[in-house]
Every structure is written in C-alpha cells, then in structure tokens.
C-alpha cells in the first residue's frame, strides 16, 4: 500500500481532514458517558430537574456537532478515495500501455481486467473505510480506557488488561487471512479469464454443443472461488465473536469491581453506569473494526496486486533523441535476425537476412505458425530480436524514440479490430486531421466506400463494440481503409484480405499497387494469388527462410514455394512439368 501513497499527493489536505473530523466526533462520543453520569450522579440524586433538562440539552448539542463532523469526515474521506482511485487507475492504465508485447503476453488479459477494476475499487473502499472508522475504532478504544482512568484507577485496569488481548486477536486473524485474500483474487483472474473466453467464443460454444461443458467448468472454478471465499470469511467472522466473548468477560470483572468500589465509597452508581457505557462503546467500535479489518485485508491484497503491476518494466527502452533517416539505404533489413518468445523452448524465427527497397511490395508466405506475423511484429518492433538487427530506413528500430516508429508504419492486424463509435471516428485514428476527402479516398482504395455508401448517415453510421455489426469482410476493409487515412510510409497487411473474395482482394491488391508516393507494403497471406506479383517474396518454413525472390525465382528454385503454390493451383503442376521438360 505504501507504494501507492503517491497518487494520494493530490489529497493530503482530505487525508488529514477526514480522521481529525472522526477524531472530533470521538472526543464528542467520549464526553458523552460523563455528562450522563453528572445527570445521575447530581440531577436524579438531587432531584434537580432543572440540571437535568441542562445536560440533556448539553447532549443534544454534543450529538448534533458530532453528526455535523461524522458528515464532514465521510465527505473527505470520499472525496481523498475516488480521486486516488481514479489516480491509481489512470496509472496503472498508461502503465500497461507502455509495457510491450512480450509483457502484455506474460501477465494476460484477464489478471489485467481484474486488476484495472475489481482490485482498484477494494483499494479505493478499504481506503474510504480506513480514513473514516481505521482510527475511530482505536480513538474510542484507547479514549475509553483514558476516560476509565479519569472515574476509577483501579477499575480501569480492567480495560488495560483486555484491550492488548483484543488487538492480539485481530492482529493474529489479519495475519492468516491477507495471504488468503491474494488467493481469492487469484482465483478470481481465473474465473475471469474463463467468463471473458465464453462470451467471446459463445458462438464456438453453441457451433460444437460443448455448452454443457463449459457450464460445468464455470461451475468448477466457481465452486474452487466460492470455497475459498467461505473458508476465508469463516476465519474472519470468527473476529466478531471471539471480541464479543472477551468485551462481556471483561465487562463482568468490570461491574464485579465497580460494585466493590462503590461499597466502599469510592465512586457513584452513575460513575458505574459511565465505565459500562465506556465498555458497551467499546462493544461496538470492535465489531466495527472486525468488519474494517476484513475490507482491510481485502484492500491490502489488492493493493499488492495493483502494486505488481506498476513494478513490471518493460524490456524495451527507447532513444529521447530523434533520428533521421539516412539516404539511400533499404526502407527494410533483417540482419541475421533471430528471436525467440519469452519462456519458449524453441526461436520461431531464425538467422532471417534481407533487405528491401523503397517503394516495393513484399510478399511473406508459409504454413500455419513458419513466423510470418512475428517477422512483420518485429518492424514494428511490438517485440525485439534476440539476436541480430532489424533497420528502417538505415536506422536500428531500437534507437528510434518513442512512438516515431510506428507513426510510420500503418498495420491492419490479423484480427480486425475496430472500436465502438461512427465510422469516421475509427478512421482517424490513424490521423485526427483527416478529412472526409481523405477518408472516402481511404475507403476507395480498400474497396469499403460501396459498404459505407449503403449505411444509414455513411460516415456517421455507429458500429458496434469490435464492429459486430459488419461482417468479417466488411471489417477487414474498414481496418484496411483505416491504416490507408494515415498515409504511411510502410503498409503491413497481416493476412487481413483472408475473408475477401478472390475478386475483392485482386481489386484490393491493384488499388494498393497503385498508391501515390513510395510506401513500402508488406503483405502476409496464406494465397499464393494474393502475393504473386510481389517484388519480393518471403518464403517461410518453421521460422527459416526457406527462399527468396520473385514467382519465377521461386518456383525454379524453392521446393517449399512450389508445393504451396501447386497445393492452390493443381493445374499448374502439369504444365510445369511440361515446361520443365
């Protein structure tokens, strides 16, 4: 928790405010056994009415400014939370926008849903809580056994002994049960994980019957959840009895030594009554920091949690200077670049060595899983080789700084992925500046303007979250017309025509071709149609590059090529057979 005071600096002021208000109310809460002592002790003794009708107005007043400080706390101490929360959350968000691909793969997605909203909210109540009761409880605690002293020394020494044992009983509770919350949290990403990949996949499910099994196995991580929540909660609610046995233990050696005392003369009956309220307040703050000490573990693991992401680095530094690109060198060049994913066994590319020129088309090519995505990943530099070096125009990507890399290049991922909103607010995101020429331009280009056309307001027509209202061709074209709006210098077109028919992506490819200035255009396809009139051609074969050049190149001297290529036009096998001949 002490990491994260920082984003509580905007707070301090409420930090403070909020116990010394609580401490207030507590010193009202403290005087008020006295004053109802005085009533018994002096205005029912002496039958003074008028006393009497004195102290009790002394104890309206003393309730209503005890009120007006409990408000006054809970407002500041609402105030100091949501904003830290709302600090915390803005953090640890930019903090995972900035980690790179291999640390977004470690922690997962569902580990980082859960503590983006349900961790950041039981830090942000357990604060609440902690601001408002965290030092009311031990003020009445300790004010009481103070007060007790100011009645009856000996008397009060009944509150001396009992207080350690019930901070003893707390601390030993709240020692077992935080490692247990983290578990509980733990087991939460899972049930996460396992909600988010059904929702998700809901259609998969349905497609292949398995929506029984994936209810049991909801059931069964549930179930782990829900066991581990109860065993935990028992252990905790044991705090609320365990208090309660040892307050009246305590409470009886206390009215057994009162009536002793006042036997003897030493106190008065209405002294008696002030020590038992002092104990019956007591009663109440403990139940009520049993219940504070629960969320307080809570918060506290959470907390750590939270904290555990703020103390991953990302394993990629960037350059603050920036650099310029030098002349005449190759827009691209693999050098000897090898890499491997983090905790893989095996590099899913290796020794990879070529350059490309300014201006040209590249074709990339290869079986399910030969490294093509990851070749393409690593000109973004969304990860970095393990070995060798990648440069863009002549440059290291490493020493490009922040940012300036990627404003070069436009991607349309594998996965089309667009955001919830108009379709010309998914269009500039590329650039903010673009104006509806320059996305209709786009849209042309990506054979998507007949789609927008047919759509109620075009342009302004509202897509759905991951664009669910689009079939998955439209989609591809949108995400195509997407990175066309930026005006790259590079195009990386990850496999994302592979749900467009032959004559939409023959469309699409010659479009491309003929893009005005020198944008250099990767394109990854499983088509060998889609890649043939490539100025170059990658062929990759379980992360080697198994060959190089143009069609004709490859098909004279690259096996791995032939067979993809005769595997989608059979009928050309015979004819090369003749050719060859």
């Not at 403070?16 to 403290?30: H, R």
């Not at 909600?195 to 398995?210: P, Q």
């Not at 060998?528 to 009139?533: F, G, K, N, P």
Request: hydrophobic share 45%; with cysteine.
């Amino acid at each position: 928790m002490r990491s994260l005071a920082c984003y509580l600096k905007e707070y301090k002021k409420e930090s403070i405010l909020a116990p010394f208000f609580k401490f207030l109310e507590v010193v009202f809460d403290l005087i008020v056994p006295l004053v109802i002592a005085q009533i018994i002790d002096v205005g029912v003794a002496q039958n003074d009415h008028g006393y009497i009708v004195q102290r009790f107005f002394i104890l309206i007043l003393m309730a209503a400014a005890g009120l007006t400080c409990s408000f006054t706390a809970q407002y500041f101490a609402a105030k100091a939370s949501v904003g830290f929360a709302a600090n915390l959350r803005q953090a640890v968000f930019d903090h995972i926008q900035r980690l790179s691909f291999t640390e977004l793969d470690t922690l997962g997605t569902d580990t980082l849903i859960t503590r983006l909203t349900d961790d950041v909210n039981q830090v942000q109540n357990g604060l609440n809580m902690g601001l408002r009761l965290l030092l009311r409880s031990p003020f009445i605690v300790l004010g009481s056994m103070v007060m007790a002293f100011t009645i009856n020394i000996r008397c009060a020494l009944v509150f001396v002994v009992a207080i350690p044992i019930l901070f003893l009983v707390a601390f030993v509770i709240m020692y077992v049960s935080i490692p247990l919350f983290k578990k509980v949290q733990g087991r939460l990403d899972a049930v996460t994980r396992l909600t988010r990949e059904n929702l998700t996949g809901v259609r998969v499910i349905r497609a292949f019957c398995r929506e029984e099994q994936s209810v049991e196995e909801f059931d069964a991580r549930n179930r782990d959840l829900t066991k581990l929540n109860e065993f935990v909660g028992r252990i905790s609610a044991f705090l609320n009895p365990a208090t309660y046995v040892l307050i009246n233990i305590a409470t009886v050696f206390l009215i057994q030594k009162a009536g002793v005392e006042v036997n003897l003369g030493n106190m008065q009956q209405g002294e008696v009554v002030a020590l038992y309220n002092y104990m019956a307040q007591m009663i109440v703050e403990l139940i009520k920091l049993a219940s504070l000490i629960i969320t307080l573990n809570k918060s506290a693991a959470c907390a750590e949690r939270v904290a555990g992401i703020l103390k991953v680095r990302s394993s990629m530094d960037y350059k603050e200077k920036t650099v310029s690109a030098k002349k005449n060198s190759p827009a691209v060049t693999f050098d000897n670049v090898t890499f491997c994913y983090q905790n893989s066994k095996a590099p899913s590319l290796s020794n990879i060595s070529f350059s490309v020129k300014p201006g040209q088309t590249i074709g990339i090519i290869g079986g399910t899983g030969s490294g093509k995505s990851t070749l393409v990943n690593l000109i973004t530099r969304f990860y970095d080789a393990s070995e060798g070096k990648v440069l863009v125009d002549g440059v290291d990507v490493k020493d490009y700084p922040r940012g300036a890399l990627r404003r070069k290049i436009g991607v349309v991922p594998q996965k089309a992925a667009l955001f919830q909103g108009s379709i010309r607010a998914n269009m500039k995101w590329g650039r903010d500046d673009a104006t509806d020429k320059d996305i209709w331009e786009a849209l042309k280009i990506a054979q998507a303007k007949e789609i927008v056309e047919k759509k109620d307001g075009q342009l302004d027509f509202h897509l759905e979250q991951n664009g669910r209202n689009l079939s998955g061709g439209q989609r591809q074209r949108l995400t195509i017309a997407r990175a066309l709006v930026k005006k790259p210098e590079f195009l990386i077109l990850d496999d994302s025509a592979s749900a467009l028919d032959f004559a939409t992506d023959a469309a699409l490819r010659k479009a491309l071709h003929s893009l005005s200035g020198n944008v250099t255009t990767f394109l990854v396809s499983q088509r060998a149609a889609s890649i043939r009139q490539a100025d170059l051609i990658l062929v990759l074969d379980d992360g080697l590059l198994a060959g190089k050049g143009t069609h004709q190149e490859l098909m004279s001297s690259c096996e791995t090529y032939r067979e993809i290529f005769f595997s989608q036009f059979p009928e050309e096998r015979k004819n090369y057979k003749e050719a060859a001949k």
